[in-house]
C-alpha cells in the first residue's frame, strides 16, 4: 500500500469488454476525472461537480463480442467495424487524459483489482505505452466491503439490513455503458465521502500489476475463468447499486 495520505484527483474508470473469455478485449473506455476538493465540496449537496473531464471511447477488438457481453452492453462487432483498434495512439491518448490531472492520481473501478486494472494495464503494455511510476489504483468494491466490515460492528450500525441505493442515485442512466457506470460510482462515492478514506488507504501502484502479469504469462496454459468468478464480474457492480451490504 502507498504512503500517500490524500490524492490530488480521482479518476473513475469503467471498461466494457468482449466478455470473459481470454484474451478479454476492451471495447469502450471511460474515465471520468475530479480534483479531490470537488468531490468533497459535493458531498455536501450530493450534485455531481460541475467541472469533471471525460474521456469515454470505442474500441474495434480483434476477436468476437460474447453474446452476453453483447447483450449487457449493447455493443456488437458491427457496431464497432469503422472504430480504430487500441493502438499506440490510443494508448496515448488515455495517458495523456491521465497525466494532464493535477498529481498524484488515483484511478478508481469497481472490482478493478481483478477486472479493469489489469486489463488496462495488459492493453497499455501490449502498444509500449507506459504510465508513470507514480500512478494508483485503488478498487472500490474491496473499499465498500472493508467499510461495511468495519462498520457493523458500531451499535448503531443496521446490521444485515439491506439499505437501497437507488433512492440516492435517482434512476441509473446507462446501465452497462462505460461513462454511465463511471458516473454511478462517481455517484457513490458523494453520497458515502467516508469511502475516501478506504479507497485511499488501499491504493498501489499501478506498475505493481506488471510482476503479476509477467508472472501469468510465465505459465504453460490460462485457465478458463471459473463460474464463481464469472458471476463476481458480472453482478458485483449492480448489486452494490441496489444495496449496501455486499
Known amino acids: ?23 478479454i478485449e476492451i471495447t469502450e473506455l471511460s474515465m471520468i476525472a475530479v480534483e479531490r476538493k470537488h468531490v ?20 474495434q477488438p480483434a476477436k468476437n463480442i460474447e453474446c452476453l457481453a453483447s447483450s449487457m452492453t449493447g455493443l456488437s462487432n458491427e457496431d464497432l467495424e469503422n472504430k480504430k483498434s487500441f493502438d499506440i495512439e490510443f494508448g496515448e491518448m488515455v495517458r495523456s487524459f491521465i497525466l494532464r490531472q493535477p498529481q498524484p ?29 507514480s500512478i494508483a ?10 467499510q461495511h466490515q468495519q462498520h457493523k460492528d458500531y451499535p448503531n450500525f443496521p446490521n444485515g439490513a439491506a439499505i437501497s441505493v437507488v433512492p440516492m442515485l435517482g434512476e441509473i442512466q446507462n446501465a452497462h455503458s462505460a461513462e454511465g457506470d463511471a458516473l454511478v460510482l462517481l455517484k457513490l462515492v458523494l453520497h458515502k465521502p467516508d469511502i475516501l478514506e478506504y479507497l485511499e488507504s488501499g491504493a498501489y501502484r499501478l506498475f505493481c500489476l506488471s510482476q503479476a502479469n509477467d508472472k501469468n504469462s510465465s505459465k504453460k ?21 441496489e444495496k449496501e451490504e455486499i
Open 1 to 23: 500500500m502507498l504512503g500517500i495520505s490524500k490524492f490530488a484527483s480521482f479518476i473513475f474508470l469503467d471498461l466494457e469488454t468482449t466478455g470473459l473469455q481470454q484474451p
Open 40 to 59: 468533497l465540496e459535493s458531498t455536501k449537496t450530493k450534485v455531481l461537480p460541475r467541472i469533471l473531464d471525460k474521456f469515454t471511447s470505442c474500441v
Open 105 to 133: 492520481v488515483c484511478l478508481i473501478a469497481h472490482n478493478g483489482d481483478n477486472f479493469d486494472f489489469k486489463i488496462l494495464f495488459l492493453h497499455l503494455q501490449t502498444v509500449g505505452v507506459k504510465l508513470p511510476d
Open 137 to 146: 489504483c485503488s478498487d472500490s468494491l474491496k473499499a465498500f466491503r472493508k
Open 221 to 241: 496454459e490460462k485457465k478458463a475463468l471459473d463460474a464463481e468468478t464469472v458471476n463476481q464480474v458480472q453482478d458485483e457492480y449492480l448489486s452494490q447499486l
